[in-house]
Structures are given as structure tokens and as C-alpha cells.
């Protein structure tokens, strides 16, 4: 079964709290938490206090995806988040990728490796033994509600078949304009989560909106 993500990116952040309670009730499974730096990315969002003082909904896992420059100098400050259950980081983001994985791993966090859209996929091979998940931007990381990069796709399926290859158990998750027209053939080619933002918080009804992606 798919699981589904919201993006707190997406939500109303004067109400972070509800907002959370809301999508946990329609049945989301995780909480994606974009953390945005202004320098690897042109936007500015929330750290590791905010994301400390989240309520956090029984079953539900909080996914932090840090879109930050040289994440090793601030890798610390979230590896203390109790409440945080992953943590993926972009391989163009630092040159010390495999070093941070492990460290990741070692503070009891799921270490999860994140791809760009343009970014070959040549560049994770090295790190997939040190990975949990695999994250593939379909948009160009920095704002919610960017349409989907059809071209991306296949880079999906590329992967499922490499980690298969080498027998590797890994979460593949996508980020970036999915919905329910295209969450099929995504999940026919490997995707495991979605993260949806403006699909689930953009949506009046939270519920009918995580259905129609399960469904889908």
C-alpha cells in the first residue's frame, strides 16, 4: 500500500498543531518536514526548534528532508530530535555524503539519500548500503506547489531496479507534483511514499484528498 506524506510546507503554518492532527486523522502515514536553508535553496522555512516542538500523532512517522548546504554543520542540532524518525539529505549538498549517512544511522535515525531532478542517479551508487530510503525531487526543490517533472520518472523505476539488483530492502519515496492522475504509474515503477503537499493541504476535504492518492 502506498504511504502518503504530507508536506508541512503545504499547511497553514499559524496553525502547525491542527494542521497536523488534520491530516493524521485522514490517514496520513508519515509528516515530510522541508527544512530550507535561503543558500541550497532560494527559500526559508523552519529548524530544529520548530520541528522539536511539533505535536507528534500516535503511528504517524516525521520524515525531515534538509535541503541545506554542508548539512554537517548542523547535522547535530537534528540528530537531538526525539521525535524524528528519518533524515535525508541531498548528495549535491555536501562532499562528506557517506560520513554523514552513517552518522545519521549511529543517533538511531533512518538515513535517507535525496536526488535533484537533474542529478544522475550515478552519484547515489556508492551510498546505497548506508541508506534506508531514496528520495527523487520531480520538481526542482525550493517551493510547494511546482507541477511534476515527467521526465524524472523513469529515474524511479532505474533505481527500484538497482536496489534490487544488489539486494537492497530500500524505501523509495518521490517529492514534487504528485497526485492522483500520476500516482499509478509512480508506483507501478517503485514508489513506495509520496510526499503530497498542495494534493493533501491545498485540498478542502484532507481525507478524501489521501484516499484518492491510496486509491489511485
Known sequence: MLKVAPSLLSADCANYGAEIDGVAKAGADWLHLDVMDGVFVPNITFGPPVIAGLPKPAGMEFDAHLM????????????????????????????????????????????????????????????????????????NPGFSGQSFLPSVAPKVERIKNMAAKRGLDLTLQVDGGVSPSNARSLVDAGMDVC?????????????????ALKEA
Open 68 to 139: 541545506v548546504h554542508q548539512p554537517e554543520r548542523v547535522i547535530q542540532s537534528f540528530l537531538d530530535i526525539k521525535t524524528l524518525d528519518w533524515i535525508s539529505i541531498h548528495v549535491e549538498s555536501t562532499v562528506h555524503l557517506q560520513r554523514l549517512l552513517v552518522q545519521i544511522r549511529d543517533a538511531g535515525k533512518r538515513p535517507g539519500v535525496v536526488l535533484n531532478p537533474s542529478t544522475p542517479i550515478e552519484t547515489i551508487e556508492w551510498v546505497l548500503d548506508d541508506v534506508d530510503l531514496v528520495l527523487v525531487m520531480t520538481v
Open 195 to 211: 510526499v503530497a503537499g498542495s494534493a493533501v493541504y491545498g485540498q478542502a476535504d484532507y481525507k478524501a484528498a489521501i484516499r
